[in-house]
């Protein structure tokens, strides 16, 4: 069993910026994508910014240039630095990993997403 915890989220003012954290944990023998997606009611889940295990980064459009993603393979995290931050960046941030397990199998979770709300 695969748990994944998000944290960092907050209340930032415009142009404010915070770092998301994404920790996974259990019998991980390898962490290999992770991706952070983010939601508001009534919209689908967007994926704003993803990793492989190489370190290969892709960003959607919206957030090129103030966020960067980053991970930690010996700690089994990903982090999210978020900059410039716009009031429509607000949403609930998700953290998506994937992997393989000792003894073979291979997993892929969620964790139960940190609020970021930009606002004055």
């Known amino acids: 069993q695969v748990t994944v915890v998000e944290s960092g989220g907050g209340l930032v003012q415009p142009g404010g910026s915070l770092r998301l954290s994404c920790v996974a944990s259990?019998?991980?023998?390898?962490?290999?994508?992770v991706g952070w997606y983010r939601q508001v009611p009534e919209k689908q889940r967007e994926l704003v910014a993803s990793i492989s295990p190489g370190g290969d980064k892709n960003y959607s459009d919206s957030v090129k240039g103030r966020f960067t993603i980053s991970r930690d393979n010996a700690k089994n995290a990903v982090y999210l630095y978020l900059s410039s931050l716009k009031p429509e960046d607000t949403a609930v941030y998700y953290c998506n990993a994937d992997g393989s397990l000792y003894g073979g199998s291979f997993f892929d979770s969620w964790g139960q997403g940190t609020q970021v709300t930009v606002s004055t």
């Open positions: 259990g019998s991980i023998f390898s962490l290999n994508n």
